[in-house]
């Protein structure tokens, strides 16, 4: 698949769109929600391939996501091909993947092209931590991204894998292409330009005044976007536990989760 041009605000996948959908949710009210995935719509399993939707997520979505008043975005950290091995999305829902270095919508992948030298930073990004692996660490291998995850491992084991591996992908990040994330048991080594605030600015640079928008995230990695949204709508954190947050309020999964979905179901618009 040929890569395409970086979508910026404004940019081709979104002028492409604009006038027909604002027409649309102009006439009928409108509301955007996005969400995160791992943490957020289904639990943290140590097996992610196994990582699949709390139940009744699944449901919710697909009734929320037909109604053309509300667009549904997920939002998440995970590659698009890794996203669709646990969970299809309804065609109406798009997918902003690997921090937003991926789209996804009705059936159609876009992979945003790196900029120059982070592909090579990434190599020797993996290359730093390889042997990390045979001491109880495990590698994702994404489009724009490594992430080194540690869960399920003893606590100091994994402590030290991480110190390790932070200092290690330090040194491949002084070139100034590639940034570090953390997030609950991990970290990741990614390309700059892109994130989830950037996702989320995009978004919302198409939601119309007045719509109802929302972010829901589980992770310090949703801790730019939660910043960024909470200037027009709801920034919701979800976990079993609280903790320091941008976010305005915290749901706990499932129930409170679904909960809060089912308020979409029933969401008007404004007026």
């Known amino acids: 698949m040929s890569a395409r041009k970086p979508v910026f605000r404004g940019g081709p996948l979104m002028a492409r769109t604009r006038g027909p959908i604002r027409q649309k949710r102009r006439r009928a009210g409108g509301g955007l929600l996005m969400l995160d995935y791992d943490g957020t719509l289904a639990p943290f399993r140590r097996d992610p391939a196994r990582a699949g939707p709390w139940p009744g997520v699944r449901r919710l979505l697909q009734r929320i996501s037909v109604n053309p008043r509300t667009r549904v975005v997920v939002v998440t950290g995970r590659s698009v091909e890794d996203l669709l091995r646990v969970y299809a999305p309804p065609a109406p ?40 692996l045979a001491r109880g660490a495990r590698l994702e291998v994404k489009p724009a991204s490594l992430a080194l995850h540690v869960r399920g491992l003893p606590a100091a084991r994994a402590a030290a894998l991480l110190a390790e591996g932070r200092r290690r992908w330090r040194v491949v990040c002084r070139a100034g292409r590639l940034g570090l994330l953390q997030f609950a048991a991990g970290i990741e080594i990614i390309a700059r330009g892109r994130g989830k605030g950037v996702v989320v600015d995009e978004l ?12 829901l995230g589980d992770d310090v990695a949703d801790e730019e ?20 947050t941008a976010a305005g309020k915290t749901l706990r999964p499932p129930v409170e989760l679904l909960a809060y979905l089912g308020t979409w179901l029933s969401h008007r618009g404004p007026g």
């Open 93 to 132: 829902v798009e997918v902003w993947a690997c921090h937003g270095w991926e789209h996804f919508a009705h059936g159609r992948h876009t992979r945003l092209p790196l900029p120059a030298g982070c592909g090579s930073d990434l190599r020797r990004a993996l290359e730093a931590v390889a042997d990390l």
């Open 204 to 215: 919302l640079a198409r939601a119309l005044p007045g719509e109802r928008v929302a972010y």
């Open 225 to 244: 976007a939660f910043r960024r949204v909470r200037r027009r709508g709801e920034a919701i954190r979800v976990a079993t536990r609280c903790s320091a």
